[in-house]
């Protein structure tokens, strides 16, 4: 049993956000269901049975399907966040989150909250009542990682599969599958299951504070995924709907035909920062390979997809970061 540095059990702020871990189906095997249709209460209630040794607090902030996740949830999160871990007597906070958009959440709030206490993400891919559930298993080890005092210093964590990854690493590789989520550049950084935890390495953030602060809003960044014998009328519809950035999910690494670069160039001309990723599984996009962003004025988003690529370009902006090797610094350092 964990025990925290006063002597008790933990105890642990527990965020319910909906997502698949939230919820329920009438058949057992049956494949349709609705994401977030339980309550955090009743939810908290099926784990009664499992004896964690932790003491869990409760607090609903939404019941959504992940795809539906944004600016409101997010705000309402990071204040809870922030508030947990100015109170000695919490130990760590779990989110039970929705799992397609899970990496976003998670890297939103590695880039803007202080790496002291732990935060753990966990979500399930198949509902209560599925044969096969994976939610109870993945909270329960999601309540070892975050009563475990070597998970901080470490920034928030996604727990899934029996396997934790660090938010800046993580995204979903799998529609389906309970072992849905993949990490690059790094792969998992512990492998737990409710009984043992084993983590790969020390922490390397103790002490870290926020990088970025909470703004007053995000600004409107689109993702343009690029296809074979596309023209450029998309980068000119973007900018017609005010995007205050792009981000180019390119084929291979970061490319796109000739005529979509040269409407992006013209973009990053009119002010608008333009950072060029992979809608490739995994990689990285390095500046000046076949595309020349020095004379484009793109920002290579190195090791982050798109969606990631855009948490990280909105968050940069909406702190007035709008120098572009500045911005290009913040993506190196990723
Ligand atoms: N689309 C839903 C969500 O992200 C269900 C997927 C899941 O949680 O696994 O919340």
Redesign the pocket.
Known sequence: MSTNLNGGIPRLLVLGT????AGSTASATGGSYA??GLSLTSMLGDLAGLELSADLIPKPIAQI???DMGWDVWDALHKEIVAAQSYPEIDGVLVTH????AEETAYLLDLTLAADKPVVLV???RPAGAVGADGMRNFANAVRVASDPDASGRGPLLVMGDTVFAAKDVRKAATSSIDAFKGYPRGPVARVTPSNLDWFGGATRKGEFARYQWPEALPRIAILTAGAGMDAKPVEALLSIGCKGIVLAGMGQGNAPKCVLDALGEAVKSGVPVVRSARVDEGLVDRNVEVDDDAYGFVAGRALGPAKARILLMVLLANGVSDRSEIQAAFDRG
Request: charged share 5%; no cysteine; hydrophobic share 25%.
């Open positions: 909906g997502g698949t871990i994401a977030g399907g992940s795809q929705g799992t397609d958009t979500g399930a891919m």
